[in-house]
């Protein structure tokens, strides 16, 4: 299985509202990330785990909160967004994260409205 | 600070012709990079990579090149073909850090 998994591939939300984008690898990766991708733009870097730990935040708000459960497991919980936080979402993984290849899933399209 | 761009946003080839999509990095400390492809409503997907004890890599259909002197990076697509249609987007890491930073990305067009 050489695949991330994302869900809901989209999500529409209230500023008000409360919603987890979920991740899921099963190759046995120990690294994972969440970009943000605007369209036209580039991925930009917004959490990185290392062995379940978060090794990287890229001064993102606290509105976005990640999770790593497990080591095949990421979510991203999502709480009080502005519409300007709607984009894709990418969920990646690589195998221990340091110089490595990035695998990633299709991404989450959110709109907040 | 780390930063990747490229020379030009689209790039339109004819198919059958090669492509060449360039790429510049400003961090010297960079010493992986890797190409991209973005199709529509997915999300990147590995093309090759390189890191710098290396000037050239070569994949199926794709050649990579890196000149450290002038912190440049290619990509050569040979016989490009319609499925080649994609946002290219080259990224940089370095060994030892988790941060893969991305370029601005170049549209590739294939025309039939």
């Known amino acids: 299985d050489t695949e991330v998994t994302q869900t809901p591939k989209h999500l529409v939300m209230g500023m008000t509202n409360k919603k987890s984008l979920k991740c899921e690898q099963h190759?046995?990766?120990?690294?994972m990330y969440w970009y943000k991708q605007k369209a036209k733009k580039p991925p930009e870097l917004m959490f990185v785990y290392s062995y379940e730990k978060l090794s990287i935040n890229e001064s993102v708000p606290s509105r976005f909160s990640p999770e790593c459960p497990n080591s095949s497991l990421l979510n991203l919980h999502l709480h009080a967004l502005q519409p300007e936080d709607s984009a894709l979402y990418l969920c990646a993984s690589s195998l221990t994260g340091t110089g490595e290849k990035l695998f990633f899933g299709s991404g989450t399209q959110l709109s907040v409205l | 600070g780390e930063s990747v761009g490229l020379h030009l946003p689209t790039l339109s080839v004819q198919e059958g012709d090669n492509s060449i999509i360039n790429c510049a990095y400003s961090?010297?400390?960079?010493?992986?990079f890797i190409w991209y492809k973005q199709e529509s409503g997915k999300g990147p997907q590995f093309i090759i990579d390189i890191r710098s004890n290396m000037d050239k890599r070569q994949g199926q259909r794709v050649t990579v090149l890196l000149n450290k002197t002038v912190k440049h990076l290619s990509l050569q697509i040979a016989a490009t073909q319609p499925g080649d249609s994609a946002v290219y987007f080259c990224a940089g890491d370095n060994t030892g850090g988790f941060k893969t930073i991305f370029g601005a990305g170049t549209r590739l067009f294939v025309k039939a």
């Open positions: 190759m046995g990766h120990r690294a």
């Open positions: 961090n010297s400390a960079s010493d992986y």
